[in-house]
């Protein structure tokens, strides 16, 4: 009878297990519909650069920085379409390399446009040594006169403002492109993230600076054994000891070519979101009161929510955060996640008055498994000017939720059918054997990467795409079903910290 007893509370106990096993495995689709719904997608590589002579693989980095220096070299590569001739669409590109820390434009390769010798942006006349590196560039008009000037952000100093004296349709050379300091004098900042966008409603782009590293602290200097400056996050989901966050009112001079007036409006910046390490910065008007409001992506502190009710000459922002009820992780609600926002994208689904907002996390085994956020509208952009947050979190439901290390995320019709898909950079360091070593770390090497979609039940038309993109970090894509913003905000289509050495 004992034996019995024990027997069955064996067998009742693998049955529990089993049963609780199954409902944990995620639902996928089959190879054959996969097959069928990566049908209307094709891609194709194109070269963008080579490997540069002398190319490195890891930073010279502060003495207290050696014992994770692959990690700190795992950042500062990015890339922007742009169109600096007046093609009428994007045919040229800022490549930012880490592997020599370059800075370049030149032909997009597919343009159909003819190439022109590659210019390099040097900050010709500025401080600048080997303790600076160049993190990614963004496209602006800041002086109006009608052609793209190129803001330049760096680890080590502030940004760099790139003057295009050129005009409009002019060939792109290096003589053309004059550099200008953004802020006077030029401070130590650790900068991962910059955009742009009309900020108070003056009708002039403003910039808003995303700060990693403190500020002043001297991370890629390997000299720096004194450096009191440096430090760590003090928690991994609401550290708020970052690089402080800057935001820039413009006004033009009305003189074309010349760099505009520079206000700081920093103070404006609610403290909790100045002083995390941010990653990204998204615009929108998600309000309907004609100014972007703001989402910065924070890979230390909680990602935040600026509700913009700024006019012109006085910016007013505030940090809302969701509320959570009683089937909702507390990370998971908008405002208090504790994960990795690396990337952030908005893209509207039908005739939706608000849109969805996408940010990438980390989701890797062996690594951090948290997951990516879709925060779908389930409420009226007038709720935010009242203070609630009309979203919730569904990226489970709608097979967003894991990708792997995602650094990026754009939204973009790619089979022109009118509703978006998402593509996602992924991917961080990239093992090798070497002789000696067990592995060298190699952060930018390239790998392929196809372009993959959601394969949860709720993607009605989740794909597998049969193209591929590689990018240095070994990246993969991930595409869903959602209708592009009408009105987007901010620069050209810019992807920082995982870019690739070609264009699909």
């Known amino acids: ?19 609780v096993g199954v409902m944990t495995i995620r639902p996928s689709l089959g190879e054959s519909d996969q097959s069928d719904r ?18 490195r693989f890891e930073r010279d980095v502060a003495p207290d920085l050696e014992h994770f220096k692959g990690w700190i070299s795992a950042v500062g590569a990015g890339a922007t379409l742009l169109d600096l001739r007046g093609l009428g669409k994007s045919g040229d590109v800022c490549l930012v390399d880490p592997r020599d820390d370059s800075v370049t434009l030149r032909n997009a390769p597919g343009s159909g446009e003819d190439d022109y010798p590659v210019v390099e942006l040097l900050p010709e006349g500025l401080p600048y040594d080997d303790t600076m590196a160049p993190m990614g560039c963004v496209p602006a008009d800041l002086d109006e006169d009608g052609d793209l000037d190129v803001i330049v952000y760096y680890w080590g100093r502030s940004p760099v403002l790139f003057m295009n004296t050129a005009g409009p ?33 003056s009708g002039s782009l403003d910039i808003l600076v995303g700060n990693y590293f403190p500020d002043g602290a001297r991370v ?43 206000s700081d409006a920093s103070t404006a910046i609610p403290e909790q979101a100045t002083t995390a390490w941010t990653l990204a910065i998204g615009f929108q008007d998600l309000t309907g009161n004609g100014v972007p409001d703001v989402y910065l992506g924070n890979d230390f502190g909680n990602d935040s929510l600026l509700v913009n009710h700024s006019t012109p000459g006085d910016v007013r922002l505030e940090l809302l ?14 405002g208090n996640g504790s994960f990795k926002g690396m990337g952030v994208a908005f893209t509207y ?48 439901q709608l097979g967003l939720a894991r990708s792997g290390w995602s650094w990026d995320v754009k939204a973009g019709d790619f089979d022109n059918d009118g509703t978006d898909e998402l593509f996602q950079a992924t991917g961080f360091l990239k093992g090798r054997p070497s002789a000696g070593r067990s592995s060298r770390r190699s952060p930018w090497a390239t790998t392929s990467c196809s372009s993959t979609p959601p394969s949860g039940p709720t993607s009605p038309r989740a794909t597998t795409s049969p193209g591929t993109r ?5 990246s993969a894509a991930t595409t869903a ?10 620069s050209p289509s810019t992807t920082s910290r995982g870019p690739s050495p070609s264009v699909t």
């Open 321 to 334: 955060k969701g509320d959570r009820d009683m089937t909702t992780p507390k990370s998971q609600v908008m």
């Open 1 to 19: 009878m004992r034996l019995m007893y024990r027997v069955a509370t064996i067998a009742l106990a693998l049955a529990l297990m089993g049963a």
């Open 481 to 490: 079903p959602t209708r592009t913003s009408p009105r987007p905000w901010g």
């Open 349 to 396: 689904e039908d005739d939706a008055e608000l849109p969805m907002i996408v940010v990438s996390n980390i989701t890797s085994p062996y690594a951090l498994h948290e997951s990516n956020f879709a925060f779908v509208p389930d409420g009226d952009g007038a709720d935010l000017l009242d203070g609630s947050v009309p979203y919730s979190e569904s990226s489970e």
């Open 38 to 55: 990566a049908a209307p997608f094709a891609f194709e590589t194109l070269a963008l650069n080579s490997e540069p002579p002398d190319a």
């Open 220 to 262: 890629l200097d390997p000299d720096a054994d004194d450096e009191t400056r440096m430090e760590m996050q003090q928690s991994m989901g609401l550290a708020t000891n970052g690089g402080r966050n800057r935001l820039l009112l413009t006004e033009p001079t009305g003189e074309a070519d010349a760099p505009p007036s520079i």
């Open 169 to 201: 349709e002019a060939v792109p050379s290096a003589e053309n492109f004059t550099a200008h300091e953004l802020v006077e004098p030029m401070q130590v900042w650790n900068t991962t993230s910059l955009n742009v966008a009309d900020v108070d409603g």
């Open 470 to 474: 590689p990018t240095r970090s070994g």
